[in-house]
């Protein structure tokens, strides 16, 4: 096929010409990431329901000198938890976070869980995200990221989800979340993809816990939005080939 894919990395400041120039480039598309989700949505000429509702945008489509705007994030996470064999339906999910990814999560899972309860740090951005989804109809709680409330709302939750940077690469010996308050009865999927296995990750593992690392969402969200620019189901196998070699410093693993 005759595309490229390349990265630019765009100021915050910056963020206003570099999408006119996307624009005025022609471009297909482009994918959108952390700082810019939120942000970009401001300069975009028409937004995809679920993106509306989400307030994000992680893919934009140009058709003829209209940025569209998507968020193929929650869909992707959904994805990779089902491929893994986790079914949300009926859960007490956990979600750590409440930025662009962790929006889309949240308005992916609610619908599907029994309850849905997200903690951050800002407090406020947790409630906040906790009343959009109970505005919708959808069991939700928001609460601080503390050990504390950690102990009280993972006691029964049968789905942990990290959706903060807390563990990326390079402070990988972090953890979102004390070993001891994780169980073997319970479900960690961790969005960091870099490294694969994050420190809450073989935490988890350690002590028996269904583990999910990022590389699946990262997969399926790219999937969903290259079927997106080109009309093409691409093979996600390759995809997921091309990442863990990429993170493996050019080893397979």
């Known amino acids: 096929m005759n595309y490229v894919y390349v990265a630019f990395k765009v100021r915050k400041k910056a963020l206003r010409e570099a999408i006119e120039g996307v624009r005025a480039l022609n471009m297909r598309g482009v994918n959108v ?14 937004l995809d ?29 959904l994805k990779a938890l089902v491929e893994e064999g986790v079914n949300v339906e009926g859960m007490k999910v956990v979600l750590l976070g409440a930025g662009g990814a962790a929006r889309a999560l949240a308005y992916t899972f609610a619908p599907l869980a029994s309850e849905i309860v997200i903690l951050n740090r800002t407090v406020r ?10 505005r919708e109809g959808w069991n939700a709680r928001g609460g601080g990221l503390s050990e504390s409330v ?45 490294p694969v296995e994050t420190r809450l990750l073989r935490d988890a593992r350690r002590v028996g816990a269904k583990t999910v690392d990022g590389v699946g ?37």
């Open 150 to 194: 950690l102990g009280r709302e993972l006691r029964d939750a049968d789905l942990l989800v990290n959706a903060t940077s807390v563990g990326m690469h390079p402070n990988v010996e972090e953890s979102p979340v004390p070993s001891n308050l994780l169980r073997s009865d319970m479900a960690v999927f961790d969005i960091v993809y870099n």
């Open 125 to 134: 951005k947790a409630l906040s995200l906790a009343s959009e989804l109970e």
């Open 33 to 46: 990431t952390i700082p810019h989700k939120i942000s970009v949505l401001s300069f975009l000429d028409w």
């Open 217 to 253: 969402m990262l997969v399926n969200q790219g999937a969903i939005a290259f079927k997106l620019w080109t009309g093409v189901e691409p093979p996600r196998d390759v995809m997921r080939e091309a990442v863990v070699k990429a993170l493996h410093g050019g080893r397979s693993k």
């Open 49 to 77: 329901e679920n993106a509306e509702k989400i307030g994000a945008v992680n893919t934009i489509v140009v058709d003829e000198g209209v940025l569209r705007g998507y968020n193929t994030d929650g869909v992707g996470g």
